[in-house]
């Protein structure tokens, strides 16, 4: 791969790794990759002489602004179908627990992705992670949980593995498998638990199909003391741990995150004081998807003010999924952010890119413009930073480079 370098840079935006929120600018500046990693930024003055630029790719900004790639850090990008029917009839009046409770939400998607082969369900994935590039996405996490059995779980994450191979973005994957009591376990909880416990999650582990594992704790879902038993499970096989937690009510699952020392706790819309507390003392990243909150059409959005005036770390992601989001673009979330959590352009910037990246665990790879990360970046045509919340369905963003490649 030949050395890259992008000049004529007008205004180099960076998370600032000390502080949530703080974004560097450097004006007139160039950015030089090496082997796919960043290695410096030099200020426009400095004279790049002949000699040198003949062994790079020159890519020229054309005074835009750069930014790091956006790192999407919660999504369910693999399912069978889409399921438009609910949102017209949650528009209609119904919920999304009793569109749940008649048979439609996650286990629609299980039946639907159970009947699909790995290589169909490769096909139909592979047709969306595009749209995710093209607005700017370098990282996305994507979740297993519409198999629901051994096998069905295994295909997800097989699909996840093809999509990684085949795409420059980068897949995170993470296993999803406690999603929902599936149908034939309806009166045997424990069964498909200690099967996630005991088969599920060792396989999962041992093949290296995910570095985390997922749960959704809700009412109708899954309880306190079955998270804490199967995240356990999940961090005696080495594997990362997450929540989708306080999304409808309060369930106590921010706490839950604390208490395991969890990556993240993501949604928390119905938090407690105690919890940001708690999770603001054990690190774990608030991971926001406001974008689930607008489609469900919630009054109720995560308090992203008072976490982050108490100090917590925030991640926002789509959490794109059928059912709650269908949404790829972070930019547009990042719109809902400024309009619904009251958060500023900077605070969006840096939870979009470094704030995904911790909520990952890769903040030393991937999510801010330092020597020896990722040259993950992005050419947008932006002058001031609000221009992005504010350009609301907008694509601003003019190339991606992926690892030093210029991918769009
Ligand atoms: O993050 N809340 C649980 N899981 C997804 C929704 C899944 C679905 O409805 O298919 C979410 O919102
Ligand atoms: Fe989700």
């Known amino acids: ?23 560097g600018i450097t004006e007139k500046c160039s950015v030089i990759i090496k082997n796919g990693l960043i290695d410096e930024i030099i200020p426009a003055e400095v004279e790049i002489n002949a000699v040198r630029l003949e062994h790079f790719d020159v890519q020229d900004a054309k005074g835009m602004s750069v930014l790091p790639g956006f790192v999407d850090s919660h999504a369910h990008p693999i ?174 699952a921010g706490e839950l995150a604390a208490e395991l020392g969890a990556l993240s706790a993501d949604h928390l819309e119905y938090i407690s004081d105690e919890a940001i507390d708690k999770m603001i003392k054990q690190n774990v990243v608030f991971n926001l998807m406001p974008g689930s909150s607008f489609f469900l059409g919630m009054r109720d959005f995560p308090p992203a003010r008072k976490i982050i005036e108490k100090g917590g770390i925030c991640a926002l992601s789509t959490d794109f999924n059928p059912g709650t989001c269908y949404c790829y673009s972070l930019p547009f979330i990042m719109t809902v952010s400024a309009i619904y959590l009251k958060m500023t352009a900077a605070e969006i910037l840096w939870a979009s890119t470094l704030g995904g990246a911790k909520a990952l665990g890769l903040e030393k790879e991937i999510g801010s413009i330092e020597k020896g990360k990722k040259a993950d970046l992005l050419v947008m045509k932006v002058n001031e930073l609000s221009e992005i919340p504010y350009s609301m369905g907008m694509n601003l963003v003019r190339k991606v480079i992926k690892n030093g490649k210029v991918v769009n």
């Open 79 to 252: 399912f069978a179908a889409l399921r438009n029917n609910e949102f017209e009839m949650r528009n209609a009046g119904m919920s999304y627990l009793d569109i749940a409770k008649a048979g439609g939400g996650i286990k629609n998607s299980v039946k639907k992705l159970r009947a699909m082969t790995e290589d169909e369900l490769f096909k139909i994935s592979s047709s969306r992670i595009k749209e995710f590039m093209r607005s700017g996405t370098t990282t996305l996490e994507a979740k297993s949980g519409y198999g629901l059995t051994l096998d069905d779980e295994i295909k997800m994450l097989k699909v996840i593995r093809r999509l990684n191979d085949k795409f420059d973005i980068d897949f995170i994957p993470t296993f999803l498998g406690a999603h929902d009591v599936p149908e034939e376990f309806k009166d045997d909880r424990e069964g498909y638990i200690s099967l996630l416990i005991n088969e599920m999650i060792p396989k999962v582990a041992a093949d290296k199909l995910a570095v985390a594992c997922d749960i959704f704790i809700e009412k109708n879902y899954y309880t306190i003391v079955e998270g804490r038993r199967i995240l356990q499970a999940a961090k005696d096989h080495g594997l990362g741990v997450k929540i989708h937690a306080d999304q409808m009510t309060c369930t106590g």
């Open 1 to 23: 791969m030949n050395d890259l370098i992008i000049h004529n840079i007008g205004k180099l935006y960076n998370p600032d790794p000390g502080k949530f929120g703080k974004i």
